[in-house]
């Protein structure tokens, strides 16, 4: 029995140590297992970070590849709209001389048609014969245009002006002749007159530049001078579409001054000019320039003695100073000469310096 106890008790003693050791050992691998599902997890978030990174890394790159892409597209654009801005400016100075002469033929009456006759070209001119009782008297233009082609005046004017406009060049067109011989009707009457004629086509051209961010502005200014005296009919007015030219030829139709006469049943008195200014920003680089449209009065001649009107004789005396400067100030131009702008209002009005 003694035996019996001290073997049990021994035994017992051994199990209670083997039990010891195993609650140590499951303690050391439950802390074991902390550990390791505190590292799993610190991978596991290292590994999100990593991914996330090289997921913004990745975008980023993207980003860029798509901005330098589209920055080379865009300089590439410009470069090619620089290039066409000046060699077409180029070209346009090549080919037109500094002042150029275009006619067009009023409809005359029938038994007058045998007066007038366009002969063959010279020296790269086309001269018109005016034949009457004292004799012919022959003129020399650059163009000839009879009485139905408004729009083909337009559209060959305008043509070789809008790409020397654009690239900043100061440039003035001037109508001139009789009284009642259609000038204002070419200038003014129409979608195909020439005004809206140019100013439609430089809105088209210098909207057709904003897929590079270019940006521009228009502005207006319109004087009437009526008897060597200049009234500013419109001033600084904005055209941003093709109404507000439209609203600007209605304003200026009404507000000049007409008066009936002889040959002309609504005659202008006095000589108007407008004065269109483009600013044009492309690239960082600024172009402006100035577009002149000159509408003179009609010439005619002072009435007999018996029919003077004091009021008309004034108005022709004014109109024929300015035509007469006018003249004057491009045949000087023409002959690089010292233009003599302020001997008449006309003239210093169409002085842009």
Request: glycine content about 4%.
């Amino acid at each position: 029995m003694t035996f019996v106890k001290s073997w049990h008790k021994r035994h017992v003693e051994h199990l209670e140590r083997r039990i010891t050791l195993l609650a140590e050992r499951e303690s050391t691998l439950l802390r074991e297992t902390v550990l390791v599902r505190q590292r799993i997890q610190k991978q596991s978030q290292q590994m999100t970070f990593v991914i996330s990174w090289h997921k913004r890394h990745v975008e980023h790159s993207e980003r860029r590849i798509t901005l330098l892409t589209e920055r080379e597209l865009t300089l590439f654009r410009r470069t090619i709209l620089k290039s066409e801005h000046a060699l077409t400016a180029f070209a346009s100075l090549m080919v037109l001389p500094t002042v150029y002469s275009t006619i067009r033929i009023r409809p005359v009456a029938a038994k007058s048609i045998t007066n007038i006759c366009a002969v063959h070209s010279r020296g790269g001119l086309t001269a018109v014969e005016l034949r009457s009782k004292t004799g012919t008297r022959t003129y020399q233009f650059d163009q000839v245009f009879d009485c139905r082609s408004t729009a083909r005046v337009t559209s060959s004017v305008v043509s070789d002006l809008v790409p020397m406009i654009i690239s900043g060049l100061d440039l003035c067109i001037a109508v001139t002749g009789q009284s009642g011989s259609g000038k204002s009707f070419t200038m003014f009457e129409g979608a195909d007159a020439i005004v809206p004629g140019a100013f439609y086509a430089i809105l088209d051209t210098l909207r057709r530049r904003r897929f590079v961010s270019a940006t521009f502005q228009i502005t207006c200014m319109v004087t009437e001078i009526y008897m060597e005296q200049a009234v500013i009919l419109i001033n600084d007015t904005s055209l941003k579409q093709k109404s507000d030219l439209t609203q600007l030829l209605e304003a200026v139709a009404h507000q000049r001054k007409l008066r009936s006469t002889a040959k002309n049943a609504a005659s202008s008195r006095s000589h108007i000019v407008i004065k269109m200014d483009i600013l044009h920003q492309f690239d960082n680089s600024t172009n402006s320039s100035t577009l002149l449209f000159v509408d003179l009065a009609g010439s005619e001649s002072l009435p007999s003695d018996n029919k003077r009107d004091a009021t008309l004789e004034l108005e022709l005396k004014g109109i024929n100073k300015g035509r007469d400067a006018f003249g004057q100030c491009v045949r000087k131009y023409k002959a690089r000469e010292v233009v003599p702008w302020r001997d008449s209002e006309v003239g210093h009005g169409c002085n842009t310096g």
